[in-house]
């Protein structure tokens, strides 16, 4: 099943980036005094400055915090992850998976980092062990990206041709976040393939009504319209795919289904 590229690439390729600076909040330009005297609070402060600067691509303040944050906790999963997240912006891969595993070790508890390193594999393409660990994100009942975590747990599982369980994983993301749209469009597709006509146009046009349109919704909406026998609506998402999205996959799909 195609994925929905836009939303894979914000939350998969950048969301790590989102989901640390999740945790970040406002910070100031630097730590407050009082955390002089406190090792850990100036650690902290420091990882989310980092965090703030990776986010806006300063790689080089973000490190320089970095290193400041390591002079008063040199061995925190924080700080891991952060370091983590640094390499993986600089496409150094093989440190961002040693310093994830790092965070891990030193907390097998630290969600986030779990869920960056989901994220990480699936970008590798180790669909498999994304898969493991973001399982393991997806039962963390206090964490507060479960639903991206569902997302991410049903485009792992259907990738790899679970699609009963990926359909379960996108209803469960549409459950715990009901205004988060990626999973209600792949849902839909499953539906289609079920030859569930009526569920996936109710799920696309909950898509729809969250979100701009994407190649992957327009196309399945030619689909579904045309089941429904309603050809000129099909044919005017079509021409929308067309104009906004010429040089897409799904583009070339529509007109080769048009040439049929």
């Not at 100036?42 to 986010?55: C, E, M, N, P, V």
């Not at 026998?229 to 067309?242: V, Y």
């Amino acid at each position: 099943m195609k994925i929905a590229t836009g939303y894979v690439v914000k939350l998969i390729k950048l969301g790590f980036i989102v989901a640390a600076l999740a945790v970040a909040g406002c910070v100031s330009d630097g730590p407050k005094s009082a955390n002089s005297q406190n090792p850990e609070a100036a650690s902290q402060q420091h990882i989310k400055l980092a965090l703030k600067y990776i986010g806006s691509d300063n790689r080089d303040l973000a490190r320089v915090h970095l290193e400041k944050a390591a002079k008063h906790r040199s061995r925190s999963a924080q700080l891991y992850n952060a370091y983590a997240l640094l390499y993986q912006s600089e496409q150094e891969f093989k440190l961002a998976e040693e310093h994830y595993r790092k965070a891990l070790g030193r907390n097998k508890s630290y969600t986030l980092a779990r869920y960056n390193f989901a994220a990480f594999l699936y970008n590798q393409g180790r669909v498999a062990e994304a898969r493991e660990q973001i399982k393991l994100v997806s039962e963390d009942l206090g964490y507060e990206r479960r639903a991206q975590a569902f997302y991410i747990l049903g485009l792992t599982q259907n990738r790899m041709g679970d699609n009963d369980q990926a359909l379960e994983s996108f209803e469960k993301a549409t459950q715990l976040s009901s205004g988060f749209p990626p999973p209600f469009l792949e849902a839909a597709e499953l539906y289609f393939q079920q030859k569930n006509y009526p569920l996936s146009k109710l799920a696309l046009d909950r898509f729809r009504r969250l979100s701009q349109p994407t190649a992957q919704s327009l196309w399945l909406a030619v689909r579904v319209e045309e089941r429904f026998g309603n050809l000129d609506k099909a044919a005017s998402e079509g021409l929308k795919l067309k104009n906004l999205f010429p040089y897409s996959q799904e583009n070339l799909a529509y007109q080769a289904w048009l040439n049929r």
